[in-house]
Structure formats: structure tokens, C-alpha cells
């Protein structure tokens, strides 16, 4: 099968490739192309790179002893191909695999030619090559053109003949920008006789910003972009600003090897820009399961495995997720170089970075700054008492601020005096030790502990004091928010839970490792964020993993426990303070502290602040102007006769939404590492020996190896690397072509295919690479050759003697991408709106389609203009994506997809011919036509020509009108409904029956092959 | 040769697809010695690898996983033990989804009885199946790799926990083809709760968009847009497709490019289906007798009991997998309610779609499948953050299910659990073995259907699964 049935199918084109090869000098076998297939598919699954599969410790993926070179007839390999006796023959009839005579006779001659092995060719690095020789010097106009032609010279095939100028802009306008032309611009430019209209019409597109949209879609396929996490629960998350970011690398024109650096290792770039660290989230597309109960480290080991394979497929062209649970069978990468790989892209902590606008950054910085002048300005906002009264209108004199000023102080001295009463004087405790079973525990400067790294379902924290306090009565525990922390803590749960929440099982105190009795356990808040059970400091006290307390819906403030000591603890030279967090997913405090007292009685918890209170306890006189504003700042926030101006204030913070965030990769601290293992039969539960970083050994021994993911990053789209110009190159050119030079375009491995004109290839990977690395540059190439412009239409003789256009002796012709689809029609109808970039939006679709997610997720339509915007910013959700981009084989984002199927269903008809997105554009086309002038040919004319673009035929033309006269006249005769076809706004139209008559037109029209082809 | 456009792929995908690796096995016998001019659908129905026993598959899904332990698995042991804690050894190492390993053993909630010749033990909460016991085959070791829902579900469907590999159903369609031309190869049915796999499961994944499971939808168009807009009668569907397939003959005699007979094919077939459809969906066919006999109602469009219906009536007209799927069993609160709950709404109507096939006389081509994504433990979950007592937690190391029809021995129990009911210790069926045997029974052999995608070669049971010889008749 595979190459075999191929060569059957084409046996002159494989020769002709043959001779095109550099390698190869006359009818000489050759390894890389007659030999490697055939042993590949049919040994090295039992003699290949897999040491643990090898049988007979042989392996034929190099040179061996059953090879006698020059002499066949002595060479253990042939005769064991050729046994008549069973038991002998190879390969073993088991394998159910056959080598065919054809093939053995070139064995024969390779090894009668000498047996030489050679370097897989995508692994050695490509060379400019020259351009060979051509005749029709005429027909070529650039140097893509002289590879081609030489090709079909070969096989005495000539080129098709220049597309009409109506294809051409067609085919730019879709393969460049993704719209199609209007009829006026297609026209402008067939009547522009410049030399240089066509030239001038492709700097015009790559200029466009729509541009940046086409493409980005392309590369969004490869990074699984999303608009949801996956799995069950599927919820939306936030990363629309890498979607973005992308749009903008593109059509600023970022080289490609900027474009990898930032996207694999922005955030360790120097000084790295948010920009760069938004780059980032090229990774971050990754799922994430949130369903109650998991196993949060093995899906991110899956993760993990996505990240490696998806580096493998869009940079290197190889199948590195083969060597996830054993060593390669066809490729050299070893089980271990695999998780060397991982070993790169394993050292990352993922947060949500936020991503203010420069509009909601300057919005921030007024806000603040009027939250700071009405903070101030609290202290005149007190209400009088009612034996001092003002006029409403008085002015603010100098008297009347004298008696505020006395009026506030009086007030603040009671309040004060009230609070030495019952402030408590903590000590805080200077950790000793702060461990945990996973999450690594930094003492920060304030002797708070912040949890930081990875996390489990059930995590334990310990804490360990050498106290000074003698007769401890209570502890406190703080739960404190940090920036670093999801939702800015002060809990570390980032999935299933509401970010930045907690749920703290049980806390246990050890003091000289003897248990100390707690009692009388209170907070300052508790809530429960999922089911109905209540919460509290009290219950982590229960002996009950399932109870605890939690303080939900409150983060990015402090809360407060205290327990008492019962009895008192006179004294103790280690204490431990040990938390166990086991709720069905990891739900750790993310950063606390803990302070002891001895002071009497029974204490509650409270919500002043540690500051505050100390500085409460010490005498007024002694203290600084700064410590007076803070403990002035505090009465103002709690003052009960400020309630009214406090409320205005907080209306005041939250008078505009939060800037959006998005996911980034953030390199861990290097003094906590992530390790990374080999895992036996690539199963998370078997991990083996720790892996350090590496790159195969297929691409030879370096001494300055990369060291890290920027290195790794710098690495890919390094000269060292002989794959990803190639790879690239390749990938582009089957987008234009439909086809690549290499068809496998995911595989370069030794199982691949061999690339049709392995000469362009190279030329057009060392073009990209001379001419740093320009995206845009190569696209002009391409489009700008001969080749590209050939006219698409084919003959029987060229169908039967070339069906998959290898060697291009026509146009691509192609049914266009799925998202193309509903552009076009939204284009052509004139619905479509522009908009660059921006939170994602829901155009209308049945609601059944998210009705059968989990969790009927609300499919939230929208409204106005950004119901018809392009489609690469429709809402991406995962386990129910938007059926008609599914149904035209778009993606669903679970996996890295450089290429897509293009199939052709019945289900495609069904959505075209009924679906609401494109009914409403045939009511606006058919609205747009009733409103017109001409006569019913005319309009038909206009109607196709907005659809086809091209000029139409007399007969195209006669059809469409003699249609739209039936519809007319069974609905004037009320067979048909017009005010149920026509959109509601035209239902009381004086035209109602001609508009929908032509919307129903307009529906057939939009339905023809043709207006979704590219030509 | 059946020409089905629905599984018509374009002429360019279907040479791009033989070439790739080692892979499209599948279509190795069958392909070599076609002409590259033969315009026949690439993926018609094509040659079994052996004998098939069935030609169709209704897969009765218990999403959330029933308890075995009120249904099946009768443990009086437990019973006993009822109250105290498994010894930390037995569960330790174990991964859970949310009890802890010093959960108590939960007693079994029902009485059971032994039923028919194969006196196969079941509980007071299965009459229906039990007045069936001899038409069926009991699995009572099978065991899987994950341990929550999204996961294992997707594990029983596409043999990978993690989305994006094609579906069973979808695996058929592309190693069999389809027999309708008028309906798709692969049809979603789904009743009561949440789906936790959600559309991951029925995705083609790697594999043609053609081959993609098709949700049958209660309300609404029973297909997706398979109705025409408003205003659209007959006829002027008739007319738009005429003048659509006149444009389109018109551009193949001038371009020549195949795709477009294939795309002519394709609308003319959707217009079939849009009869089809709403045909297939209309039970006034359907008599008093055999309504009642499921528990279905003409009027009670989304209900398992009418879902179990469509299930033979797409079968019957064709279409080759059905996924039917229960969502509801996820009892991590009271077990005892909600089996009772979930076994009323569903054990009469999966006995009458056993009896109803055998009636027709279609049982022999049928293979219908029970099962959920794994089992229920034998130690009792309760949680009162959650709210939760007297439930049990996810259990994958051991399960019951059921299968009958073509080629599986009726009336047999094969395999059995340790006193617990915690590990399986005789006869353990994998699920990935499950798959395999599916496969078997349908003329294909699961290490030869093989897709290479993006250079790799892949099969349903990836590099695991064995036949259950002990199942086959």
C-alpha cells in the first residue's frame, strides 16, 4: 500500500523524480527513495530504532551483516525476502505484510549497487539549489516557475494557459484575504492593462487587514485555539487576546522566526513586553478538565503530551507523539529523547495575565486617581449630629470646618478608646519551615507563607514555629490575597472551584509534638461555593475531611480564623501548625500567616487589620503622622455613619469591567524546577528516571545545545535545524495548491512521502530563510509565479494521467474552508461588518446544536453589527463547536490540525440550503436585487455576477430568471408565503412578493459549486 | 457497489488519504485494483475482514455509570461489613474522584433474584431485563482505565480519554461504509441529564467529517437544518435544487472537475433525507402493543423508551450504529433512589427493544450492547460540604454489562468479582476488549483497522484489546 500503490498508480512520475534528484546520478537506486519505504513499511516495526521491539538484535535501519554490498546472491536479507520455506520467508505471514517481486528486485539492485545507506533527506539540512534547465523559457516568471516546468518537461506535459482575469482576482482575493472581490473590483482590474495590475492587485491584499485574518485562522488551526477548556464541563476561558495576537504578528509582517520565539518562550525574552508574554498562549491552547474529582497532574501530563506532539507537527514535521510510550519504530527519537523534549516545555507555571487596553489603562489610572481623591475627601463627608445644623446651602467656612474637624475627631477618639478595650495584641510567627506535599511554600518578608507550583487534590501543609510566647491562649490564621495567586487568592484552586478559592479540611497544632486542644473556633467570612453544606473555621476542627471552611466569593481580600487554646499553652519551643485541604480538587490556601497571643478570655476573629491593631495598642502620643493616616484610613472604612459615602465610593471602583485576561506561560524560579520523567508506556501512573532537557540526536551532537525553552525556542528556527523552513514552506504551499510538495504535510519522518519536486522545496526553504524569514515575502512568490496562475480546469487525458495535480499542470481548483463559506456569503450579500479583534461573538445558530453540551450551555446570540462579523471570531466551544464550520470540516480545537479534510455531504447541502445564517444572507441578496432597476434578466445578471464574480452566460442567466418568474408566480397566485421567506423587516415592503422571490433566487444561487469554489 | 454520496469524499482527499503510511488497511484489499477513473464513493460499503455475525449496532449508553452493586454484582458480604471501613490496604493506591481511603462498605440497597435457564442474578430493580435473562450475556468482570465521567466515556467511545479521536460508530462507517442512502451511517439519540463526553463522543475526530455521528434531536429538526426555511414547500425545494444541479452541470462540462457530481449527488440526497427524516421520527406507524411494550407515547419525543424505539427503526431502515445514550446514573448521593429512579425509566424499554428485534426476526443482525462508562464502589460516599450521604464514587476496577444479539451466546454470565465487589477475579473483560469484540462481530478485526493520521497509525483499541471468546456464541 501507500507509496507502492502509488508508484502502481504513476510509475513514469516516480522516475522522472528519480532523475530530478540531486542525490542521484543516473538509473542507480536510491535508499532514500526506492529503499527506506519498503523496508519501513514492512521491518522496522521488528528490526527498526525500537530496541525493545527488535527481534534477533537485528535492525535494518543501518547498515548490518545480513547486507553482503555488490553481492545479492550472498545476502542473508535477500534470501530470506525470497524463502520458499515459510518458517523462513520474511516478512513472517503473521505480519500479514508482502513484499512484492517489483520490490525485491530493487533490493537486489541496491545491494548489487553497493548497499549505501543515506541520511533520511528531510533530515539533512537544505541547500540553495540551482535552477535547472528549461525550454519554454517564455512561460516562466520566476524561479518557482523553472523547478515546475522542468518537472513537466520531463513528462513531456505542458502548463495550462493563464487563468482568465476573473479567476485570478477570485482566486487572490480568497487565497490572500479569504473574501471574495466584488464584481466592480474584479472588473477594474481585468480592464487594467498594466503590466503591473496583477502585481499591484497582490500588494494591495497583503497589505489589507483582512490578511491577517485569513492567515490567522490558518495558524489558529495548529495552535487548537479555543474559546472553552474542553472535557465536560467545557466553560469558557479567556484567551482572545492571543487570537489577536496573532492577527497582529501577521499582518505587521513578524518574521517567522520571531513568530516562534515569542509564541514558544515570549515571557523569557529580555524585558519581555506583555505582548510577548500574550505570545505565550500558543501553549496555553491546551485543555484543561475541570470535572469534579480528577486527577489535576495527569491531565496536565496530557497537557504536557499535547504540547510536545503539537511542537513536533507545526515546527519539525515529525511524529514525535510516537515516541511517547516506546522509542520511535520508524523515526530516530528514543523514548528518552521524547521527554527530553518534554523536558523544554515543562518548566512553566500557567496564570492569566491581564491585558488592559490603552483605552481601559488610561480609564484605570482617573478611576484611582478619583477613588483617592474621594478617600480623602471621606473625612467631609460625615453627617453632622443634629444639634450642630447648617443650611443646606451653607458654604464650607473656615468655621464649619473647624467644627467637622472637632466634630470627626471627637468621634474617632471614641472610637478609638472603644477599640483599645477589645483590640488584642498578636504576635505574628516567624515561620522556621513551611513544607507541603506538593505546592512549594515560600516565607515571604511579612512571615506570611505563599503556596506556589503545582498542586493535588489532597494537599497537606506544614508549618513549623519556635515560639517565644509563653501562655498562649489563641492563634489567628490569616488568609491573605497575592497577585501571583488565581483570582488574586487568597485560595490557589484554578479549576472546578471559582478561582482563588480555598476549602481547608482540617487544621491540627502540634506544640513539642504533642496535639493542642483548640475550641471555640470563629471567622470573619464563610461561604460554601459548591453544594449546600455549610462552612466554617469551626468545622475544620470536626475530625471531617468532607467539612471545613471556605470563603468563597471573597477573594482578593484578607479573612480571619481564631482558635483557643484549651487549655492555655504555657509554653513551647516547636510548634507545628499542620492544614489538610482534600476537597475533589486541589483547593489549598494560597497564602496565610498565623500570629499567636496570650491575652485573656475568649477570642473572636476580626477583621481589623494586624497594622492597625498593633499600632491601636501602643499609646497615641508615640506615634508617627504615618501611623496616625493608617489608623485614621481604617476608622474612615468602618466608621458606621460613612456607610452612605463608602457605598458611592465602592460604585465608583467598579464604574467599569475589569480589563480582560488571558492565559500565558510564566518560566518557574530557578530554584524550583519542575522535574520531568520518563513515563513507561507513556502512562502518567509509571513514571521512570528523571530527563533532562535535550534535542534528538538526529540532529547531530551540538556543544552549545539548548538549555531552556527560549533556547529550544531559538533552536527551532535555527540553521541547526534542517526541518521547520521546510515543514513551513511546505505547509503554506498546500494551502495555496491544496496539496503540498511533501503530501504528507504533518510528516517529514522516514515514513513520508516524498515530496513531488524535492528541488522547489529546498529552494523555496532557503528563499525563506535568505529573506528572514518573511511570510508575506513567500506568498508573493508563490502567487506571483506562472504556476499559480495556470487556468484550473482540467481535461480527461490530464484528469486520468495526473488526478491529484502533482505536477501541476493546472490551477488549484478547491472548494473553499468552511469559515471562508460563511464569509462569502455574508460578503457577497453585503451583510458582513469589520472589525478587528475583541471577544469572541455568537452568530445565530439553532439552539439544539449547545443544547446537547454539557450544562446546556446558553448560546448567547448576538445582536447588530457583530452578528456578521468574520468568521474567525465566532465563539470556539469545544465540545459543541459552531455546526456549520463543523459540517465544513472546520476544527474543533481538541487537537492540532494542519490540515483539513475537504469532503463533500450531503449535510453541507442541508446547510447551505437552510440554515439561518445563510438565509439571512440570501434575504438580504434577495432584498438588495427587488430593490434594483433593470429588468428580471438584468437583476438575475447582477445577482450572479455579485455570487460568481465572473461574467455570466446568456443561457446562466435565462435559467435564473425563468426561476424566479415561477417562484414569483406561485407566490402572486398564494402558494407561497412571502412574508414568512422575505427577513421580518421587509414583510410590509410594497415589493414583499419580488423580494421574496429573489431571496429565494438568491438562496439557489448561493448554493451553486461554483460560488464556493475557488477556481 | 453502492454509490452513497453521503460518504462521498472528494477524489483529491480519498488518493491523498491511500497514500498515507501504513495505515487505510481498511481499504487495501478493495482499492488495489481499482481504476483511478472509477468514480464509485471511495468509502461505500466495503469488504469485512471475516464473516460478520451483525450488520448493525445499538449501543444502550448508561452515561454516569450505574451501580453493578444494586443491579448486577450481588456482594451479601457487604452487607455485613456494612458500616465499617474497607481496610486501608485494599483501597490505598487507588485513585478516586472523591471519597477518601477511610470510607466505610455500603451494603447492597436491593434483593436479588436468579432468573431464566442461565439463573443469572439480578435485582429486584430489573424485571423487565430479567424476564429476558435468557436472551442476553452478562459481563461481570469488565474493568477500565479511567475514573471519571468525561474520560472513561470517551474511553468506551473512542478507545483514548482525551477528545479527538473518532468515534466508534464513526470507526464503522469508515471500515464498512454504509447500507442507507438516505440516512446517515452513524445516529446520536439522547435522553434525560448531562452529557459529560459531550460531542467529543460521537466526533469522527481524525477520520472524514462523513464519518461523524449525527445527533438525532427530540425537538425541533430532527437533523440539524434538515427542514427548510419558513415558506419553503415542496415543490420550490424541488425547483431551487433543479436549477442548482442544472448550474452544476453546466460548470463540470466546462471544468471537468469531478467534485461537482460529487456535490450534485450530495444535494440530491439531502433532499431524500429531508423526507426521510421527519418519516423516520413520526411513530403513528407504530402500534398501541409495541408502544406500550417500550414505554413509549407518540407524543414523548426525547424519552429513553422512545429513543429505544428509534433505535430499531433506524436500524431497520439502514443506519449501521446507533448511540443511544441514558445520561442519569451518577449517584454519588442516595444510590438507592436514584437506581430506582433510572431503572424505571429504562429497564422496560431496553427488554422490549430485545424482545421487539427478536419478534421481527432482526436480533440475529443486531448486536445491542449495555453498558455504562465504569462502576460504583462498594464503600459508601458521603460529603457534607457536598451535601451527599448513602452514595457511592466512580469505580473502574470492575463494572457489569450486557450484550446481546448475532453471534453472542444468550442466556451466559461470564465473569465475577472478589466478595467486595472490588477487583475482578475471574474473566476480566477490558474495555478495550469490549471494542474489539464489537468490531469482531461486525466482520473487522481491530488490529487491522487502522487510520494513519499526522504520520501515525491508529486503531480503536490503540495497542490493547482482546477477543471475549467466552461472549461469542
Known amino acids: 500500500m501507500n507509496e507502492l500503490f502509488q508508484n502502481r498508480l504513476v510509475p513514469s512520475m516516480t522516475a522522472v523524480l528519480l532523475i530530478l534528484f540531486s542525490s542521484f546520478a543516473s538509473a542507480e537506486i536510491s535508499f532514500n527513495y526506492d529503499i527506506r519505504p519498503i523496508l519501513a513499511a514492512n521491518c522496522f516495526e521488528c528490526h527498526g530504532p525500537d530496541q525493545n521491539a527488535r527481534k534477533a538484535k537485528l535492525r535494518l535501519d543501518q547498515p548490518s551483516d545480513v547486507l553482503s554490498p555488490g553481492k545479492p546472491t550472498e545476502s542473508e536479507l535477500l534470501r530470506r525476502l525470497t524463502a520458499h520455506d515459510v518458517d523462513e520467508r520474511m516478512p513472517p505471514a503473521e505480519s500479514k505484510r508482502t513484499i512484492t517481486s517489483e520490490q525485491i528486485g530493487k533490493i537486489r539492485q541496491w545491494i548489487q549497487e553497493g548497499a549505501k545507506y543515506e541520511k533520511h533527506w528531510a533530515f539533512i539540512r537544505p541547500s540553495k539549489p540551482e535552477l535547472p534547465p528549461v525550454d519554454r523559457k517564455s512561460w516562466v516568471r520566476n524561479d518557482i516557475d523553472r523547478f515546475v516546468l522542468a518537472r513537466l518537461e520531463a513528462e513531456g506535459l505542458r502548463p495550462s494557459p493563464e487563468a482568465d482575469r476573473y479567476a485570478l482576482a477570485k482566486r487572490l482575493f480568497l487565497d490572500l484575504v479569504g473574501l471574495p472581490p466584488t464584481p466592480e473590483e474584479a472588473d477594474a482590474f481585468a480592464g487594467d492593462r498594466s503590466p503591473m495590475a496583477y502585481e499591484n492587485l497582490v500588494d494591495r491584499l497583503l497589505k489589507s487587514e483582512r490578511y491577517g485574518e485569513r492567515w490567522a485562522r490558518k495558524w489558529l488551526d495548529i495552535a487548537r485555539y479555543s474559546d472553552t477548556n474542553g472535557y465536560e464541563k467545557d466553560r469558557e476561558r479567556s484567551i482572545w487576546p492571543y487570537r489577536d495576537w496573532v492577527i497582529n504578528a501577521i499582518n505587521s509582517g513578524m518574521p517567522f522566526d520571531r513568530f516562534t520565539i515569542e509564541q514558544i518562550a515570549g515571557d523569557m525574552l529580555p524585558n519581555a513586553r506583555v505582548s510577548q508574554r500574550v505570545a505565550t498562549g500558543f501553549h496555553r491552547n491546551t485543555m484543561l478538565n475541570e470535572e469534579g474529582g480528577i486527577d489535576p497532574l495527569e491531565f496536565r501530563f496530557y497537557a504536557m503530551v499535547d504540547r510536545v506532539s503539537t511542537t513536533g507537527t507545526a515546527w519539525l514535521g515529525l511524529t514525535l507523539m510516537c515516541a511517547q510510550c516506546h522509542t520511535h519504530k520508524y523515526d530516530p527519537i528514543t523514548h528518552t529523547e521524547y521527554y527530553q523534549i518534554m523536558d523544554y516545555l515543562n518548566n512553566a507555571d500557567e496564570p492569566d495575565l491581564s491585558v488592559p487596553t490603552r483605552e481601559q489603562s488610561r480609564k484605570q489610572k482617573q478611576v484611582d486617581f478619583q477613588v483617592a481623591m474621594a478617600e480623602k475627601n471621606l473625612v467631609n463627608k460625615f453627617p453632622f449630629p443634629d444639634k450642630i445644623k447648617f443650611s443646606e446651602k451653607a458654604k464650607e467656612t473656615d468655621e464649619v470646618k473647624k467644627l467637622r474637624e472637632q466634630w470627626v475627631q471627637k468621634r474617632f477618639n471614641a472610637w478609638l478608646n472603644a477599640e483599645r478595650e477589645i483590640a488584642v495584641h498578636w504576635s505574628v510567627l516567624k515561620p522556621t519551615k513551611a513544607t507541603s506535599t506538593l505546592p512549594k511554600m515560600r516565607i515571604l518578608a511579612d512571615h506570611s507563607v505563599l503556596a506556589t507550583g503545582d498542586q493535588t487534590k489532597r494537599d497537606i501543609y506544614k508549618t513549623s514555629f519556635k515560639p517565644t510566647l509563653k501562655n498562649v491562649t489563641a492563634m489567628r490564621l490569616e488568609v491573605l490575597p497575592h497577585e501571583s495567586l488565581p483570582a488574586g487568592g487568597p485560595g490557589f484552586a484554578y479549576y472546578e472551584g471559582p478561582k482563588g478559592d480555598f476549602f481547608l479540611s482540617e487544621l491540627t497544632v502540634r506544640a513539642n509534638g504533642e496535639p493542642v486542644k483548640m475550641t471555640d473556633a470563629t471567622h470573619t467570612y464563610a461561604k460554601n461555593a459548591i453544594g449546600r453544606g455549610k462552612v466554617s473555621a469551626a468545622l475544620t476542627l470536626d475530625g471531617d475531611g468532607g467539612t471545613g471552611w471556605s470563603t468563597a466569593q471573597g477573594t482578593g481580600k484578607r479573612h480571619v480564623a481564631v482558635f483557643n487554646f484549651d487549655p492555655p499553652l504555657k509554653a513551647a519551643s516547636e510548634l507545628e501548625v499542620e492544614m489538610l485541604f482534600e476537597r475533589h480538587y486541589p483547593a489549598g490556601i494560597g497564602r496565610y500567616r498565623i500570629s499567636l497571643t496570650d491575652n485573656e478570655g475568649t477570642l473572636t476573629a476580626r477583621t481589623i487589620p494586624h497594622d492597625v491593631e498593633r499600632l491601636i495598642l501602643t499609646p497615641s502620643t508615640g506615634w508617627s503622622a504615618e501611623d496616625r493616616e493608617q489608623v485614621f484610613a481604617h476608622f474612615l472604612s468602618v466608621d458606621e455613619s460613612l456607610k452612605k459615602a463608602r457605598a458611592e465610593l465602592d460604585k465608583l471602583r467598579n464604574q467599569f469591567p475589569k480589563a480582560p485576561t488571558t492565559l500565558v506561560m510564566q518560566e518557574r524560579p530557578a530554584d524550583h524546577p519542575r522535574p520531568t520523567f520518563r513515563h513507561h508506556r507513556g502512562e502518567f501512573t509509571q513514571p521512570k528516571e528523571q530527563v533532562g532537557a535535550g534535542i534528538p540526536a538526529l540532529f547531530g551532537k551540538h556543544s552549545n545545545a539548548p538549555q531552556n525553552r527560549l533556547e529550544f525556542a531559538k533552536w527551532l528556527v535555527s540553521e541547526r535545524n534542517p526541518l521547520t523552513a521546510r515543514v513551513v514552506m511546505n505547509r503554506h504551499w498546500s494551502t495555496f495548491f491544496g496539496r503540498g510538495l511533501v503530501r504528507t504535510i504533518e510528516d517529514f519522518g522516514t515514513q513520508s512521502s516524498p515530496p513531488s519536486h524535492p528541488r522547489l522545496l529546498d529552494w523555496l526553504a532557503t528563499e525563506f530563510v535568505a529573506r528572514g524569514w518573511s511570510m508575506k515575502g513567500m506568498h508573493k512568490w508563490i502567487v506571483m509565479s506562472a504556476t499559480y496562475r495556470q487556468a484550473s480546469s482540467v481535461t480527461a487525458d490530464l484528469l486520468e494521467r495526473d488526478p491529484n495535480n502533482v505536477l501541476l499542470a493546472r490551477g488549484p481548483r478547491k472548494r473553499i474552508e468552511a469559515e471562508m463559506v460563511r464569509d462569502l456569503a455574508l460578503s457577497v450579500s453585503g451583510l458582513i461588518t469589520h472589525q478587528i479583534g475583541g471577544p469572541s461573538v455568537f452568530p445565530p445558530q439553532p439552539a439544539s446544536v449547545t443544547d446537547i453540551a454539557y450544562g446546556r450551555f446558553k448560546w448567547r446570540t448576538s445582536d447588530g453589527e457583530a452578528r456578521f462579523r468574520r468568521s474567525l471570531y465566532t465563539f470556539a466551544k469545544r465540545t459543541a463547536p459552531f455546526a456549520a464550520y463543523l459540517t465544513f470540516d472546520g476544527v474543533s480545537g481538541e487537537s492540532c490540525i494542519v490540515r483539513r479534510e475537504r469532503s463533500n455531504t450531503p449535510l453541507q447541502a442541508l446547510t447551505l440550503l437552510n440554515d439561518q445564517v445563510f438565509n439571512e444572507s440570501a434575504q438580504a441578496l434577495g432584498r438588495s436585487t427587488a430593490d434594483g432597476t433593470g429588468s428580471i434578466a438584468a437583476r438575475a445578471k447582477k445577482l450572479l455576477r455579485t455570487c460568481l464574480i465572473r461574467p455570466v452566460a446568456k443561457q446562466e442567466i435565462q435559467w435564473l430568471a425563468a426561476y424566479y418568474k415561477a417562484q414569483v408566480a406561485r407566490i402572486n397566485a398564494g402558494d407561497l408565503k412571502a412574508g414568512q421567506i422575505v427577513a421580518p423587516t421587509d414583510r410590509k415592503s410594497k415589493k414583499l412578493n419580488q423580494i421574496a422571490a429573489w431571496t429565494m433566487t438568491a438562496r439557489a444561487v448561493l448554493n451553486f459549486d461554483e460560488t464556493i469554489t475557488q477556481e | 457497489m453502492n454509490s452513497n454520496p453521503l460518504l462521498n469524499q472528494t477524489r483529491r482527499q480519498f488518493f491523498q488519504d491511500c497514500g498515507v503510511g501504513v495505515g487505510k488497511i481498511a481499504l487495501a484489499s478493495t482499492m488495489a485494483g481499482r481504476s483511478i477513473a472509477n468514480q464509485t464513493s471511495p468509502i461505500a460499503p466495503k469488504r469485512h475482514h471475516h464473516t460478520p455475525k451483525v450488520k448493525n449496532v445499538i449501543f444502550l449508553f448508561q452515561a454516569g455509570a450505574p451501580s453493578q452493586l444494586e443491579l448486577f454484582d450481588h456482594k451479601p458480604k457487604l452487607a455485613e461489613l456494612e458500616g465499617k471501613p474497607i481496610p486501608p490496604s485494599v483501597i490505598q493506591g487507588q485513585r478516586y474522584a472523591f471519597i477518601q481511603p477511610d470510607a466505610a462498605v455500603l451494603g447492597p440497597r436491593f434483593k436479588f433474584t436468579r432468573h431464566g435457564q442461565s439463573g443469572a442474578e439480578l435485582s429486584e430493580m430489573l424485571p423487565h ?345
Open chain 2, 129 to 473: 431485563l430479567g424476564a429476558i435473562a435468557d436472551e442476553i450475556a452478562v459481563l461481570k468482570g469488565c474493568t477500565t482505565d479511567q475514573f471519571n465521567h468525561a474520560p472513561a466515556q470517551l474511553f468506551y467511545n473512542t478507545g483514548f480519554g482525551v477528545p479527538g479521536r473518532p468515534a466508534m460508530g464513526s470507526w464503522l462507517s469508515y471500515g464498512l461504509g454504509s447500507e442507507a442512502n438516505d440516512l446517515p451511517s452513524f445516529v446520536v439519540l439522547k435522553s434525560a441529564g448531562n452529557l459529560s463526553g459531550g460531542a467529543a463522543l460521537w466526533s469522527s475526530g481524525f477520520l472524514p467529517t462523513t464519518h461523524v455521528g449525527v445527533p438525532f434531536r427530540s425537538t425541533g429538526d430532527p437533523i440539524l437544518n434538515v427542514a427548510n426555511p419558513a415558506g419553503y414547500d415542496q415543490k420550490a425545494q424541488r425547483d431551487t435544487l433543479d436549477l442548482i444541479g442544472k448550474m452544476n452541470r453546466r460548470r463540470l462540462g466546462l471544468v471537468g472537475d469531478p467534485e461537482i457530481e460529487t456535490r450534485i449527488n450530495s444535494y440530491e440526497m439531502a433532499y431524500r433525507m429531508q423526507t426521510r427524516a421527519p418519516e423516520l421520527m413520526d411513530l403513528k406507524g407504530e402500534s398501541e402493543h409495541t408502544l406500550t411494550m417500550y414505554g413509549a407515547s407518540r407524543n414523548g419525543s426525547g424519552s429513553y423508551a422512545n429513543n429505544c424505539l428509534l433505535a430499531r427503526r433506524l436500524i431497520e431502515r439502514g443506519v449501521r450504529f446507533v448511540q443511544v445514550y441514558h445520561a442519569g446514573w451518577d449517584h454519588h448521593s442516595n444510590v438507592e433512589g436514584g437506581v430506582r429512579g433510572q431503572a424505571r425509566l429504562t429497564d422496560r424499554s431496553s427488554a422490549a427493544l430485545i424482545k421487539d428485534l427478536k419478534m421481527r426476526g432482526m436480533l440475529d443482525e443486531t448486536l445491542v450492547v449495555w453498558s455504562g462508562e465504569f462502576g460504583r464502589t462498594p464503600m459508601v460516599e458521603s460529603n457534607s460540604a457536598l451535601g451527599r450521604k448513602l452514595g457511592r464514587d466512580h469505580h473502574p476496577q470492575a463494572f457489569t454489562c450486557w450484550m446481546a444479539g448475532g453471534g453472542i451466546k444468550p442466556g451466559t454470565v461470564i465473569g465475577a468479582t472478589d466478595e467486595l465487589g472490588f477487583h475482578v477475579v475471574e474473566d476480566k473483560v477490558h474495555v478495550h476488549d469490549i471494542q474489539a469484540t464489537i468490531l469482531h462481530l461486525l466482520g473487522l478485526d481491530h488490529e487491522r483497522l487502522i487510520y494513519t493520521f499526522q504520520g501515525r497509525p491508529y486503531r480503536l483499541t490503540d495497542v490493547h484489546g482482546h477477543l471475549v471468546k467466552k461472549i461469542l456464541a
